[in-house]
């Protein structure tokens, strides 16, 4: 784990470029949807490195810890995702269920994990390797996420010591995995120290969007492969075409010598029986070589014809099934996603270069049903290695099974209950025209609520514009716009990452073409690129509610999932609120002023008592709240920051205060006259 390191230095914004890099590493090194790095760090937030003196870097996103760097001994630095990005997008490494109690020794004071505290799941059969089974092949340095026995979240990031065959001869004792990062340590100290107590459901729409991903790129390696195919039959039709004239003189010269040689037996009257065992051997090959003859002048007529119009043949095509089949085989033996991917492409090219023969025949010309056939087989099996994905980590399994040992006396109480209700014929009859009409009226809301990919993108474009997309931004290079203000206003309403090919549209600068028709925006395409130069934000289009379309927290896709605040916050804010500077007890202030002939809430000094930073976040809930706007400002002196209610009353301040912020009381809060 190494030694704890306290900040060196101010924080500074990372400059664009480098940003690009950070969020292309991320999307490259792991299993990571982009809509769960949009969630955990949108296009439009700056995001802030901050140096460590343990030779770190911390990277924030709105105050909270999002990546950092580690450089393990005498190995270049690699860039990490924090437990805060890992609650979000839990399936981006491989994740080991931990023995119950094991959490609270990690936590406190162990940067070890000994390999007994590992839960394991027995041997299927005797000849499977037990390592193997519960954690695929990995190599020495491979990272993992560890979570407890009973809950679904990890709670640490660790490295493996060694490899897995180190740990097969080793056995299932010693100190195995080193702890990088774990909850309530500095890097968890320095963000809000919040956690969902539950799954959110936005993993799993996440994990089907990577799934298409994936679908997608295998689907670009297979037509890769297809087209480095062609070209090497093309090549090899060309060397055999040039190769063939002299080929054939040859083998027509061996002929005629054949044919001269039986003509002078036949004419001389001498019996074969009689020869040399070389003439014998000579005209026992007539047959031979007159057939090779004619092969050579069809394949050269046939070669030709394939340069005209090349294509693959089915027995290629055959051959790429073949080699996906085994490939998809070698993933499901490994089911903890620790294989090497680089070591798998080079397989799955030797095995392709095995299936591949190296003549060409007739059958080069594809027959288009089978070939579609073919890819519906093949589509078929990338489904269901999919779900084997999906089921790899299974976070929730344990939880899910604790519930349903929970429920079996509710179970039996409900069957109780119902088989009252059966004696009561006429009480069954009302109950089911009441559930269908309940049905008939939760399927017309659900129709209501879902919108078609033509809607979803044109409310994005107008949700970008009431909320991120400002004037002040005009003009703006319509891909910048798409990617940092469109694209992110789709995942605020839920809707994950659109796809401008699904719409009517297909594409972006369509699109937005016809949003200029009828005035929305103005378009330059003057240029090399398009751009978006005004906005019409009186438009009818924009006159909605914000609220309407962006869920709030309560009503997000999270279930009943809650924030809960990590043992190690808690301590650090019950201490905030006992004693601030100088042994006195700090008060947050809360004052009701005029400004601009307006009336407004000024609240200060709640930094110092809440002992974190304010995110951006807690400030959308004080909106919900008092209905009004808020937001966070610096203070008139610059030394600290302060938080402005546009509302009249400081008790909805105060009160919304204490809802948001669990950890103050009211006498935490103070009113000062004006």
């Known amino acids: 784990m190494g030694k704890k390191g306290s900040t060196k230095g101010n924080r500074k914004v990372v400059r664009q470029s480098d940003q690009r890099k950070l969020r292309k590493t991320m999307l490259s090194e792991y299993a990571l949807a982009e809509s769960q790095l949009f969630q955990i760090w949108p296009a439009d937030a700056a995001i802030e490195e901050q140096r460590m003196s343990n030779f770190r870097t911390i990277y924030l996103v709105d105050n909270q810890p999002v990546l950092f760097t580690y450089e393990p001994k005498g190995e270049k630095a690699q860039l990490l995702p ?13 994740c080991l269920r931990i023995a119950e109690g094991v959490k609270r020794k990690i936590c406190s004071k162990n940067d070890r994990l000994f390999m007994p505290g590992v839960v394991l799941a027995p041997k299927p ?69 919040e956690y969902p107590d539950a799954l959110p459901e936005t993993v ?23 087209a480095e195919l062609l070209l090497q039959r093309i090549e090899e039709a060309k060397e055999y075409l040039e190769a063939a004239p002299k080929l054939l003189r040859n083998s027509k010269k061996k002929l005629r010598i054949v044919e001269a040689l039986r003509e002078k037996i036949t004419s001389e009257g001498k019996d074969i029986g009689s020869l040399e065992n070389d003439q014998q051997e000579k005209l026992s090959r007539e047959v031979e070589m007159r057939a090779e003859v004619e092969e050579i002048e069809r394949r050269v007529v046939f070669l030709e014809g394939f340069l005209i119009d090349p294509k693959l043949s089915d027995d290629d095509e055959e051959g790429e099934v073949v080699v996906e089949e085994n490939e998809e085989k070698e993933t ?46 093949q589509k078929g099996t990338d489904g269901e290695n999919q779900s084997d994905d999906v089921d790899v980590v299974g976070i929730k399994s344990e939880v899910l099974q604790e519930k349903a040992e929970g429920n079996e006396d509710e179970d039996e109480e409900a069957d109780e209950e119902a088989g009252k209700e059966e004696n009561d014929d006429d009480e069954e009859e009302e109950t089911d025209e009441e559930e269908e009409e309940n049905e008939g009226e939760d399927e017309d809301e659900v129709e209501d609520n879902e919108m078609t990919p033509d809607e979803v993108v044109e409310k994005s474009l107008c949700l970008a514009l009431k909320t991120t997309l400002s004037s002040e931004l005009l003009p703006i290079l319509a891909s910048n716009a798409s990617s940092q203000h469109i694209k992110p206003a789709a995942f605020k309403m839920n809707k994950g990452l659109f796809s401008i090919k699904t719409t009517q549209w297909k594409k972006f600068k369509t699109f937005l073409e016809d949003m200029e028709k009828e005035g929305l925006v103005v378009l330059d395409d003057s240029g090399a690129a398009l751009v978006i130069q005004s906005a019409d934000y009186t438009h009818s289009k924009l006159m909605f509610d914000v609220d309407d379309f962006v869920p709030n927290d309560e009503e997000s896709g ?6 809960r605040v990590s043992d190690g916050k808690k301590k650090e804010q019950q201490k905030h609120l006992k004693k601030g500077k100088g042994g006195k007890k700090q008060k947050i202030n809360v004052l009701a ?48 920051k302060q938080i402005i209610f546009h509302c009249k009353s400081a008790d909805m301040a105060i009160e919304a205060m204490l809802k948001v912020f669990s950890s103050l009381k009211p006498k935490d809060l103070v009113k000062l006259k004006k």
């Open 82 to 94: 924090t437990l805060y990005f890992a609650h979000i997008a839990p399936l981006m490494l491989p």
């Open 125 to 193: 059969t005797p000849s499977v390797s037990w390592v193997v089974h519960n954690f695929g092949k990995f190599s020495r340095g491979d990272k993992v996420f560890l979570r407890e026995s009973g809950e679904w979240m990890p709670f640490a990031i660790a490295e493996w010591m060694l490899d897995w065959k180190e740990l097969e001869m080793k056995g299932n004792v010693g100190q195995s995995l080193d702890i990088i990062h774990h909850i309530d340590d500095e890097i968890w100290m320095m963000g809000g120290g």
């Open 204 to 226: 799993a729409i996440a994990q089907k969007e990577l799934e298409e991903k994936r679908a997608k790129e295998r689907q670009l390696q297979r037509e890769r492969e297809r």
């Open 332 to 377: 499901i033996i490994q089911p903890e996603g620790t294989q090497d991917i680089n070591n798998e492409e080079e397989s799955a090219k030797g095995k392709a270069a095995k299936h591949v023969s190296v003549e060409i025949d007739e059958s080069s010309l594809t027959n288009d049903e089978e070939t579609n056939e073919n890819d519906d087989k």
């Open 558 to 563: 999270d279930g009943d999932a809650r924030m």
């Open 593 to 640: 002023q005029r400004y601009r002939n307006r009336n407004r809430i000024v609240v200060t000094n709640y930094n110092a008592v809440l002992g974190v930073d304010v995110k951006q976040n807690d400030l959308s809930k004080l909106k919900q709240h008092v209905s009004a706007a808020v937001n966070e400002e610096a203070t008139p002196d610059k030394r600290g």
